[in-house]
């Protein structure tokens, strides 16, 4: 391998310095103000500052609500990232058929993707609202006492549903491409031993599947935990109660409408060493499992 | 092109510019900027901005920008962030439960009776309605916040309904057991889906409520006279009031709209005949309802001593925000404008345009001139209910710091209590324990 395609040495360093720059005032900036607010105490215009050790930590994890959204977050990002893994693996077990008029269903299968949570969310409510959705006046005639507004099961189905349906799309094209990726011969062989369909999948398409599960996985569980927040916001604000307020929804409560910043800041950090947690477990244990074809 | 011909163009292009930019700075030169943030969307922005180019063409000194910010809650994180910046724009509008972490922030606002002293502004408080000038001032009765848009809670009714359900249209339910009574009619006949509701569920039936029957909703007059104030949500006709909402829920007859206005659209939409919400629903009903409708006063508990006292203002005020490098001049602008918007002719248009209440006598008066309340009998309804008694200690407002937190709680008690997984009393004990916490947390940064 050529070790250096360029010759002046700085030219490397001022390709990358844009990404750089970006990454350095959007994540690392803000990312050191969290950590030095959550050490404060201080009034939303920092007129009076305290410094207050580790207390915004203490109270945080002394407050049973805190063990509420952990809860909720699990259970949440769990049954997100299960269905929009399941349901992407299957449609894209589906579409890799030789069907007639495939590149239609697979247009139609990523289109999704594009709508922004915002919207998605929006689109849900029309379908779900008790009094004004579709779907949810369908329920509500039916006899089921669908009421999201008030039922905390109800709600958080809701975002569930809502969140995995914006993510199937994604989940589709990779496990798309990973599927296509796999040699035809191989199954061909495997037909020729005499396996089912159902055999050469579990022993010839999941383990040639597996680097693609996994990248899924880590960002699905990313997007689970941090990016459903528009999702949460637009359909039910983290209520009924606090049936569907997950740990990134309570810093944004607490930050943003209560202007606790200590608080906040202090739930961002835990958020923070959470998802370092997470990704490095990831990494080490699931991916020695991981066969790179 | 030859290269004559482009260099021709070049020197035309610039000496136009050139002119241009000489004509804009001789215009512009002299005027005074002021930044104004607001958080009114739609009919009610566009009146506002109407109302701003008003002012910028009535003189040509100051001019005014107005600039839509967001919800109440994200023109109030911005107008923070901005003053943590140094950029604080002159003028910001805050919904009315920011009052008092606004008061708090001595040092990043100027009150309006020290603008108005400064500037020798001549501006008089006393055209205010009292229930208004009281929300936005000291406890001694200086103007700390401009009051701009204010409206009440009434009860909005479906006549049409009333008349089905054999009820009479024209006499809306004064208490809450006739209100009670008309939703069983009402059921009964199917005359309606849904027998009553309610938007702003914390705004109408604790803070008003307790307004109107004079019963406090926390200690040290409901927080005006200092931060070591206490909910007092769970005293008993409190809890009353939501055993009453629950048990009417149980019977079919009551049907939870949501939190904060989420609750307005069952009303205009006819599902629910009565709805108990903001009078700035003026515009929905008008637009949206296909049916006549009528407004009463918002019901009480007729054997509660002393109600109904005056019910109590939502909406928001105008702040008066410092920067490091405002001039006495832009100062003097900011006064200007508001000495505009307290005219009776701008307070009186404000009102009739958009439905929320004229905020000083001399609009009421104005309005009244014009003939609005004949052609509008309804909307003298909010008025009379605002002023029926002088405010007391605990008519005259709420003064707690991180209150839309506080509105948070209650919501969330009470949303628990009505899927049935706390009684009303242990929901509004439990909203009092939380409140509390959040109130010393305010004690302590507030810094008193």
């Known amino acids: ?293 | 092109m030859s290269r004559l011909n482009r260099g021709a163009v070049c020197a035309a292009a610039v000496a136009l510019l050139l002119v241009l930019g000489a004509a804009a700075g001789r215009a512009q030169a002299p005027r005074v900027q002021v930044e104004f943030w607001h958080a009114l969307r739609g009919p009610l922005g566009e009146a506002l901005e109407s109302i701003v180019s008003g002012f910028n063409a009535s003189q040509a000194n100051y001019r005014v920008n107005a600039t839509f910010k967001g919800s109440y809650p994200e023109t109030m994180v911005a107008a923070i962030a901005a003053f943590r910046a140094g950029n604080a724009p002159h003028i910001v509008q805050m919904f009315e439960v920011g009052t008092a972490t606004m008061m708090a922030a001595r040092g990043a606002i100027k009150p309006v009776y020290e603008l108005m002293q400064e500037t020798r502004t001549p501006f008089d408080p006393s055209v205010y309605l009292p229930a208004v000038r009281g929300y936005y001032s000291t406890p001694d009765g200086r103007m700390v916040s401009m009051p701009f848009n204010s409206s009440t809670p009434v009860l909005w009714y479906n006549k049409d309904a009333f008349r089905r359900a054999g009820l009479n249209p024209e006499r809306p339910p004064r208490t809450w057991a006739e209100l009670r009574e008309a939703a069983q009619r009402i059921r009964a006949s199917n005359a309606a889906p849904c027998g009553w509701s309610t938007a702003w569920p914390t705004w109408i039936h604790f803070e008003n409520f307790g307004a109107i029957h004079d019963v406090p909703f926390a200690t040290r007059a409901n927080g005006f006279d200092g931060t070591d104030a206490q909910l007092l949500v769970n005293a008993p006709l409190y809890v009353r009031h939501l055993e009453n909402i629950v048990q009417m829920q149980r019977e079919g007859l009551f049907k939870y709209g949501g939190r904060d206005a989420a609750g307005d659209a069952l009303g205009p939409s006819g599902e629910c005949a009565m709805l108990t919400a903001s009078s700035a629903l003026f515009a929905r009903y008008q637009r949206e309802a296909r049916f006549e409708w009528g407004v009463g006063f918002l019901p009480y508990y007729d054997d509660v001593k002393g109600a109904p006292k005056n019910s109590i203002i939502g909406g928001a005020s105008l702040w008066v925000m410092t920067s490091p490098r405002r001039t006495p001049e832009e100062y003097k602008a900011v006064a200007e404008f508001f000495r505009y918007l307290s005219s009776p002719e701008v307070s009186a248009k404000w009102h009739m345009e958009t439905g929320y209440i004229p905020i000083t006598f001399t609009a009421i008066q104005r309005a009244r001139a014009l003939g609005y309340y004949q052609r509008n009998p309804w909307a003298e309804i909010p008025i009379q209910q605002l002023t029926r008694t002088r405010p007391t200690a605990n008519s005259k407002g709420i003064r707690l710091g991180n209150m839309p937190e506080i509105r948070t709680i209650l919501y969330e008690e009470v949303e628990r209590a009505l899927q049935g997984q706390q009684s009303p009393k242990a929901a509004l004990d439990a909203a009092v324990r939380r409140g509390n916490e959040v109130l010393r947390q305010f004690q302590r940064t507030a810094g008193r």
Request: proline share 5%; aromatic share 14%.
């Open chain 1, 1 to 293: 391998m050529r070790r250096s395609l360029f010759r002046a040495p700085f030219l490397p360093y001022l390709l990358v310095a844009p990404q750089l720059l970006l990454t350095l005032v959007f994540f690392y900036w803000p990312a050191l103000q969290g950590i030095y607010q959550s050490f404060l105490i201080q009034d939303p215009f920092g007129l009076r500052t305290s410094f207050a050790g580790l207390a915004n930590f203490a109270s945080v994890l002394g407050d049973p609500l805190y063990g509420n959204a952990l809860r909720v977050t699990v259970l949440f990002s769990g049954a997100v990232v299960a269905g929009a893994m399941l349901l992407g693996l299957v449609l894209a077990a589906a579409a890799a058929q030789p069907l007639r008029g495939v590149q239609v269903y697979r247009t139609l299968l990523v289109w999704p993707y594009a709508v922004a949570p915002a919207v998605a969310a929006a689109l849900w409510l029309f379908l779900a609202h008790p009094s004004v959705g579709i779907v949810g006046r369908a329920l509500v005639r039916s006899g089921v006492g669908w009421d999201y507004t008030l039922n905390g099961s109800h709600a958080l189905l809701l975002v569930v549903v809502a969140s995995v349906w914006s993510r199937v799309a994604y989940n589709f094209v990779f496990f798309l491409a990973g599927l296509q990726s796999i040699p035809s011969s191989l199954h061909e062989a495997a037909q020729v031993d005499g396996a089912t369909w159902f055999q050469s999948f579990r022993q010839v398409t999941l383990p040639l599947l597996a680097p693609t599960t996994f990248f899924l996985l880590v960002v699905n569980a990313l997007y689970a935990l941090f990016d459903t927040f528009a999702v949460i916001h637009a359909l039910t604000k983290g209520g009924p109660g606090k049936a569907t307020e997950t740990l990134i929804y309570k810093v944004y409560v607490d930050g943003v409408v209560n202007l606790n910043l200590g608080s906040s800041s202090a739930q961002s950090v835990i958020l923070l060493v959470l998802a370092v947690v997470l990704t490095s477990f990831q990494f080490r244990f699931l991916e020695r499992r991981v066969h790179y074809a």
